[in-house]
């Protein structure tokens, strides 16, 4: 094999991700080659493209995906290659193996970034259903004269599951001397927490405010899981289509069709 031919190539790219897997998670030189690299239209398109949805695996292990896609596509392609070169066949050309190994390994980075865990998923279920009442106590304990982080003490211990959780981070971030408008933030990201999280933090100096605030958040919430609830009982028909035609569909064949074709052909062989 040519050490600077296509297939080395592609060895060294699968060798590569080999060792990219037992590589640490974050890497100061990668971190450098980033900052110095993210500018222009290109990378700000690449970046918008390759941005992941809230849950989905972090950068790093997208990273490891992708390097892995891409050795096994190296390797498939050296194969290709090898049976090729034995004349058992075409192999794919210079230029194809690289591309293709370059091609699955974005496709690997960009798929992976869409891909959020059930556990995610029923989390953020369990949250939108539970944080209209949350927000609605809340509001009611800063009414009745609670300061801010009272009335969120009464939340977390009157829910349990991922509000409390989340609560909970909050009241510990502040207990270990955050502000109050900091460790708020750090819900920000959260799908669910967004806008009432981003609002806590901008009115949490002015408890008075804030019930106003909260109440209307709790209704916003509330009718955002209604049209949710309203839209998956509108795709449950679309859904049962396919399992009824794998029922019944079958059942008519045998019924129906069958049996005439049986008592046709008799008649048809004389």
């Known amino acids: 094999m040519d050490p600077t031919g296509p297939a080395a190539v592609i060895a060294a790219f699968a060798l590569a ?16 080659l980033r900052s110095s690299t993210d500018t222009g239209r290109a990378v700000a398109g690449w970046q918008r493209i390759s941005r992941g949805v809230p849950g989905a695996p972090t950068a790093e292990t997208r990273s490891r995906v992708a390097m892995t896609a891409g050795g096994v596509c190296g390797v498939v392609v050296l194969s290709l290659g090898s049976g090729a070169g034995a004349g058992s066949g075409p192999g794919p050309g210079p230029f194809l193996g690289p591309i293709l190994v370059g091609v699955s390994a974005v496709v690997a980075y960009v ?38 982080r009272g009335a969120a003490a009464a939340v977390a211990g009157a829910y349990g599951g991922p509000l409390a959780e989340d609560v909970g981070g909050v009241l510990a971030q502040v ?7 900091h460790a708020w933030l750090r819900l920000a990201d959260d799908p669910v927490w967004s806008l009432v999280a981003r609002d806590l933090a901008r009115s949490v100096e002015s408890g008075s405010t804030l019930v106003d605030l909260l109440r209307t958040h709790a209704e916003r919430s509330r009718k955002e ?15 049962s289509v396919l399992p009824l035609m794998t029922c019944y569909l079958p059942a008519f064949m045998l019924v129906g069709i069958v049996p005439v074709i049986a008592g046709a052909v008799p008649r048809l062989l004389g």
Request: with cysteine; hydrophobic share 50%; net charge positive.
């Open 17 to 32: 991700a080999a060792v990219a897997l037992l590589l640490p998670g974050r890497s100061t030189v990668r971190r450098r």
């Open 225 to 239: 899981w209604h049209a949710v609830i309203v839209a998956r009982a509108r795709t449950v028909g679309v859904r």
């Open 175 to 181: 207990a270990i001397g955050d502000s109050e408008a």
């Open 111 to 148: 798929a992976s970034g869409r891909i959020v865990s059930p556990a995610t998923r029923r989390r953020r279920r369990r949250l939108a259903v539970d944080l209209p009442g949350a927000l609605d106590l809340m509001a009611a304990c800063l009414a009745a004269g609670l300061p801010v």
